[in-house]
């Protein structure tokens, strides 16, 4: 008598690599960004506050847009509305290049925070749809290639521009970025609506399903449960080279390892997440790397050396690099509630706090310090640690 044995889907199945492409594609347009913002500056005349304001448009417009693809997700799936925000963030760097004047300059950057969050939401939603059909986690690895796209986008943008200037650097930029998407376009994994509804009480249809408030609070207290994951990323981005410099004595060119030991380990942490999470499991993954972030803030915030803190940013970029993956699964799998919906109110609330709350820090560093900061930073990530049960949904079974 014969058995039927299924195949495991393969580790890299082209939906998989579709949506890693966007994701890499995403990073290197924000990536892309980075190195464009001294000439920008320069050629509006922006002092330090009015650029502010400037960037501040762009956060805007990524939080204006992640709502309204949400929605349309849960109407359209993830599938066209991925491909059509992607396809629209092809040409925004030149826009934000050729704008003439301060006012169209703002409307560029609110329209490519738009495009690049609202794209954001489109592949965190197909990525979880890509991890319920195989059965496996991916969600990590797909960060770490957001990350890769930064570290290149950034990388490769700032020599372009001090060769052939921002021009030619904007067109170099839009052309990877299409040729990343043309190739993941047509592998890009085709999802049903995320009209998920719930009916509590529906005898007969399976496991009984939690009402609207029960799966609205789950939502929201993952979406907190982000926003505190990803405050100290924004504090470490946007301090952490300042307080090894001036409360450490570093020089610039060590001050400068900050953040990028942070985000070393976390992008390397990334590539390996999944393999992590599907051995050990989700919430136990989430715990780990919680005490692991903990840790490595705690040593920064007490080191007497910019060594000490430097590698203190290193175990915390380790700690923190698959705390908002799992965040981002779980929420795509809660039950009761349309998917591109939870993904939405999740991503959010999450760069809610790598945009705005870094802000809050330095007026709070102004009288306590950095150091101070950095300590007090661990104290918050109890909150996720306590409340870490809810990343049992990232472990859903495919469907």
């Known amino acids: 008598m014969s058995t039927l044995t299924i195949a495991a889907p393969p580790l890299l199945s082209p939906q998989r690599l579709a949506v890693s492409l966007m994701f890499l594609a995403n990073g290197f347009v924000v990536g892309s960004w980075a190195p464009k913002i001294p000439e920008f500056a320069a050629r509006l005349g922006l002092d330090e506050s009015a650029l502010g304001l400037m960037i501040m448009c762009f956060g805007i417009g990524s939080l204006s847009a992640m709502p309204a693809v949400g929605a349309m997700i849960s109407k359209n799936g993830s599938h066209n509305v991925m491909r059509f925000v992607a396809a629209l963030t092809v040409p925004c760097l030149m826009l934000v290049t050729a704008a003439p004047t301060i006012l169209t300059a703002a409307a560029a950057l609110f329209l490519i925070g738009g495009l690049i969050g609202g794209m954001d939401v489109a592949m965190n939603a197909n990525a979880v749809e890509v991890e319920k059909r195989q059965g496996r986690a991916i969600m990590s690895s797909c960060h770490g290639f957001w990350s890769l796209g930064g570290v290149a986008g950034a990388g490769i943008g700032g020599a372009l521009i001090a060769i052939y200037g921002v021009y030619v650097h904007a067109i170099a930029a839009s052309i990877f970025t299409f040729l990343a998407i043309a190739v993941a376009w047509p592998k890009v994994l085709a999802d049903p609506p995320h009209h998920e509804v719930t009916e509590p009480g529906n005898a007969g249809a399976g496991p009984p399903r939690p009402s609207l408030l029960t799966a609205g609070a789950a939502v929201w207290l993952t979406g907190i449960m982000c926003l505190i994951m990803m405050t100290p990323e924004g504090a470490v981005l946007d301090w952490g080279a300042l307080y090894v410099r001036q409360e450490l004595g570093a020089g610039l060119a060590l001050s400068g390892l900050a953040f990028g030991a942070f985000s070393a380990t976390m992008a390397l942490m990334r590539f390996l997440g999944d393999l992590v999470r599907d051995r050990f499991g989700a919430v136990r993954t989430f715990r780990v790397s919680c005490v692991l972030a ?45 998917q591109g919906l939870a993904i939405s109110v999740v991503t959010f609330m999450g760069y809610s706090g790598i945009l705005f709350a870094p802000s809050v820090i330095g007026f709070i560093a102004e009288h306590t310090g950095f150091a101070a900061v950095f300590i007090a930073l661990p104290l918050f990530l109890v909150m996720p640690l306590a409340f870490s049960g809810l990343m049992r949904h990232a472990d859903r079974p495919a469907g």
């Open 294 to 338: 903990m840790v490595g803030l705690g040593m920064a915030g007490l080191a007497h050396s910019p060594e000490l803190a430097i590698a203190g940013f290193a175990v915390a970029g380790l700690g923190f690099a698959n705390t908002v993956p799992i965040a981002f699964s779980a929420a795509g799998n809660l039950p009761g509630l349309p």
